[in-house]
Each structure stands twice: as structure tokens, then as C-alpha cells.
């Protein structure tokens, strides 16, 4: 089966912090992405990577970036948080282009 | 840019009977995929079902079927025997044929299951 793990299932910041979600994944996935989920809004895409050193933006990059050195893992770098970045976040890799996206269990991060 | 609505916000059905979850969806593109995903409480993301826009049979999986209109641009879930553990948030997303993989989801409909 397909494993995708994230470092925290609950995290709490202040304001202004530096934040670093991470993603992992055990399949040798090729892509990786990182949403967020709102209540009312579903799932947003902030930011996607085809692979190693690669990432696209997805539709709300704004006030994040990513960094992927490795295969396996994907991280999401909130460099200084804010209280609307308060979000559940939800880390996917899927094998390409071609295949389904397995979802980690979520990370809900809330800034204060 | 592609969306996917959901106009359910809440639903609820009784052990044992049938429920249909409606999503729509905007393209001008004719080849893409669409997915229902199941988000439970423990928020662990499952694939449902897919359904391969140039396929005009309905993918079944198990209990669950969904009816593909692609002319109307609709895409509904239909559970039958519904169980307890069917009880949910369930999302309706979209995806392109070819070009980048990602996603574009629907806003959800919970799904409560009454014993």
C-alpha cells in the first residue's frame, strides 16, 4: 500500500514564525502536492513538484513556498505565518501524470 | 480554469437505503478524468471512484456507482446499501486528460447516516 505520512497532525504557531510542513512518501511517486482545505472552500492547490528541485504554483502560492531535494519528500515553508493560514493542510503524491493522488492524514496548523 | 460545484452542503440517508451526491463541473477541455474522494473523520483522503471522461459506461465500484452525464456536465455519486462507516465528507474533483495532474475539487457535501 501506498504510505504518505506528515510530520504533524496538529501544530500551533504564532504569528510571524517561520513554519515547515513536511510530506513524505514511500512509493518512489514522481509527483507531489500540497493543498489546503477551508470549510466551504474544498481543497486548494498551493503548489505542485514533477520532481526533485522541480515545483510549479498551483492556484493559492501566495505567502508560501516548497522546497523538494528529495524524491520521497515534499515540504511546504510557511516563512511567516499568519493568522489566515490557519488551514488543515493535506499533502498528495501520486505515481505520474497518469495515476490517482494518495492523500496523507492531514496536518491542521493553526496560527496565533 | 476548470470548477467543480457541489450544491449539497449536507446530506443524510438511512442505514440500508440509497443516496445520490450531485457535483457538476465546468471545461471546454473533452478529454479528463473525475473522481469522488471520501474524507471520514479520522480526515484520511480515500479514492472512491473515477470515471475516464471518454468511457460512456458508468464506473461501479462495489456499492458505489456514479452516473456520468458528460453532455450535461454531470458527475453524481449514488451509494446504495448505505452503512454507517459510509458517513462522511465526500469530494467531487476534476483533473485534466494530459499537462499537469493536479486536482480542482468540489466544496463537499457531509454525509450523515442515520441507524
Known amino acids: 500500500d501506498v504510505k504518505v505520512t506528515q510530520s504533524s497532525r496538529y501544530l500551533v504557531k504564532r504569528t510571524g514564525e517561520k513554519v515547515f510542513l513536511e510530506c513524505v512518501q514511500d512509493?518512489?511517486?514522481?509527483?507531489m502536492f500540497w493543498y489546503r482545505q477551508d470549510p466551504g472552500l474544498g481543497l486548494r492547490l498551493i503548489y505542485f513538484?514533477?520532481?526533485?528541485?522541480?515545483?510549479e504554483k498551483g492556484d493559492i502560492p501566495e505567502g508560501y513556498s516548497v522546497s523538494r531535494e528529495k524524491k520521497e519528500r515534499f515540504s511546504l515553508i510557511l516563512e511567516s505565518a499568519s493568522t489566515n493560514q490557519t488551514s488543515m493542510y493535506l499533502c498528495?503524491?501520486?505515481?505520474?501524470?497518469?495515476?490517482?493522488?494518495?492523500f496523507g492524514p492531514g496536518t491542521r496548523l493553526t496560527v496565533l | 480554469a476548470q470548477t467543480v460545484t457541489q450544491s449539497q452542503p449536507e446530506m443524510s440517508v438511512q442505514e440500508a437505503e440509497t443516496v445520490t451526491l450531485s457535483c457538476t463541473y465546468d471545461?471546454?477541455?473533452?478529454?479528463?478524468?473525475l473522481f469522488w474522494y471520501k474524507q471520514p473523520p479520522s480526515r484520511q483522503m480515500i479514492l472512491v471512484i473515477r470515471?475516464?471522461?471518454?468511457?460512456?459506461q458508468n464506473a461501479t465500484e462495489n456499492r458505489f456507482s456514479v452516473n456520468f452525464q458528460k453532455a450535461a456536465k454531470s458527475f453524481s455519486l449514488k451509494i446504495s446499501d448505505s452503512q454507517l462507516g459510509d458517513a462522511a465528507m465526500y469530494f467531487c474533483?476534476?483533473?485534466?486528460?494530459?499537462?499537469?495532474?493536479?486536482?480542482?475539487f468540489g466544496t463537499g457535501t457531509r454525509l450523515t447516516v442515520i441507524p
Open positions: 474533483a476534476y483533473r485534466r486528460h494530459t499537462g499537469a495532474n493536479n486536482l480542482f
Open positions: 498528495a503524491s501520486s505515481l505520474n501524470t497518469y495515476n490517482e493522488q494518495f
Open positions: 513538484s514533477y520532481d526533485v528541485k522541480m515545483k
Open positions: 512509493m518512489d511517486h514522481e509527483n
Open positions: 471545461t471546454s477541455e473533452s478529454d479528463y478524468y
Open positions: 470515471q475516464e471522461a471518454y468511457k460512456q
